[in-house]
């Protein structure tokens, strides 16, 4: 729960410093607010028995590994025309046969429709689905009742 919010920190926190030309003063003005807020909650949560410190400070660590690693790395790079883009050159990529699982699904997804043909049909469905009619007997609402019986007048 809590650690899943400190592992994006964290990692958010290794973005900023691993792309600090890019971010400027910025950048460093949002690793402060973010070393306060570290600081803040694991001060609050050495206060608290029931709070688990070391997983919060796994997860930030956990989460910035994983930033340093996998995680972007911007650079400006020259276009021909003189123009510039940012380019990111991450240090360790995942292999290809993951990378692409996305695009082969929509590849499988695209066969899937032709082959079932939705484009031609699609326009003819109606909004909402047809459904038999039920019983055309409407409910007669029953007056509430008590369970206890009337009190008599005793006189």
């Known amino acids: 729960r809590r650690e899943l919010f400190f592992g994006i920190v964290g990692a958010y926190y290794v973005f900023l410093s691993r792309n600090r030309r890019l971010f400027g003063r910025q950048g460093a003005n949002m690793q402060q607010g973010i070393t306060r807020t570290i600081a803040v909650n694991l001060f609050l949560g050495a206060m608290n028995p029931m709070v688990d410190n070391w997983g919060h400070i796994g997860g930030a660590v956990g989460g910035a590994a994983m930033a340093y690693y996998f995680g972007p790395r911007l650079y400006m790079a020259g276009l021909p025309n003189g123009g510039r883009t940012i380019v990111d050159k991450p240090l360790l990529r995942l292999p290809r046969s993951i990378e692409s699982i996305p695009d082969q699904f929509l590849e499988t997804f695209r066969k899937m429709k ?7 049909y699609m326009s003819d469905l109606p909004v909402k689905p047809w459904r038999p009619k039920q019983n055309s007997r409407r409910l007669v609402p029953v007056p509430n009742r008590s369970i206890r019986p009337a009190k008599k007048n005793n006189r």
């Not at 032709?114 to 031609?120: G, L, P, T």
Request: no cysteine; net charge positive; proline share 0%.
């Open 114 to 120: 032709r082959r079932m043909q939705v484009d031609r």
